[in-house]
Antibody, heavy 119, light 107 residues
Framework: QLQLQESGPGLVKPSETLSLTCAVS??????????WGWIRQPPGKGLEWIGS???????YYNPSLKSRVTISVDTSRNQFSLKLSSVTAADTAVYYC???????????WGQGTLVTVSS | DIQMTQSPSSLSASVGDRVIITCQAS??????LSWYQQKPGKAPKLLIY???NLETGVPSRISGSRSGTDFTFTISSLQPEDIATYYC?????????FGGGTKVEIK
């Protein structure tokens, strides 16, 4: 059974960079035809797709965040990562990592991790 | 970006009632529409993909349909365990976009 687990600091200061990692178990980030993505949800609000990385390393970002986002994959550790720079209070959210196949929705999700941006 | 307009934003119904949630896409997305259920403090759970296909293990009282750019999510007989917020999501075009959510409560 595929499992995803987010990890990273729960508190980030304004203007700094948010960094999260998603550890994958029960499957491989190198498997063909899979995209590994990040989605966030501000407290009490809806879902926003941040971006995804293909198993080959090709990345796709939401244009609304593209200038601040970097998603990378570490096949040796079977994990992928999110970096969001120049954060503000508006970036406070629960961040989820998830998997989807080509032309399919997200079928496996991590439990989510709350990141608060505050000084 | 494709806008997903979901309605209502909330509803209250009795156990056994039929519940209908709609999602309208701002342009043609074919059948590339999914529905998720999210309970408080939990990650979204995929229920329906390709507009009307049930994910394994999803009860048959749940269904989805499409008419053009309008999509419908139906619970034929609301059960207490269906209390949650439901989201639609299109995966036809990037950026992937979600509807605003529908909170379903028991009357």
């Amino acid at each position: 059974q595929l499992q995803l687990q987010e990890s990273g600091p729960g508190l980030v200061k304004p203007s700094e960079t948010l960094s999260l990692t998603c550890a994958v178990s029960g499957g491989s980030v190198s498997s063909s035809n899979y995209y590994w993505g990040w989605i966030r949800q501000p407290p009490g609000k809806g879902l926003e797709w941040i971006g995804s990385i293909y198993y080959s390393g090709y990345t796709y970002y939401n244009p609304s965040l593209k200038s601040r986002v970097t998603i990378s994959v570490d096949t040796s550790r079977n994990q992928f990562s999110l970096k969001l720079s120049s954060v503000t209070a508006a970036d406070t959210a629960v961040y989820y990592c998830a998997r989807r196949r080509s032309a399919a929705p997200f079928d496996y999700w991590g439990q989510g991790t709350l990141v608060t941006v505050s000084s | 970006d494709i806008q997903m307009t979901q309605s209502p934003s909330s509803l209250s119904a009795s156990v056994g009632d039929r519940v209908i949630i709609t999602c309208q896409a701002s342009q043609d997305i074919s059948n590339y529409l999914s529905w998720y259920q999210q309970k408080p403090g939990k990650a979204p759970k995929l229920l329906i993909y390709y507009a009307s296909n049930l994910e394994t293990g999803v009860p048959s009282r749940i269904s989805g349909s499409r008419s053009g750019t309008d999509f419908t999510f139906t619970i034929s007989s609301l059960q207490p365990e269906d209390i949650a917020t439901y989201y639609c999501q299109q995966y036809d075009n990037l950026p992937l976009t979600f509807g605003g959510g529908t909170k379903v409560e028991i009357k």
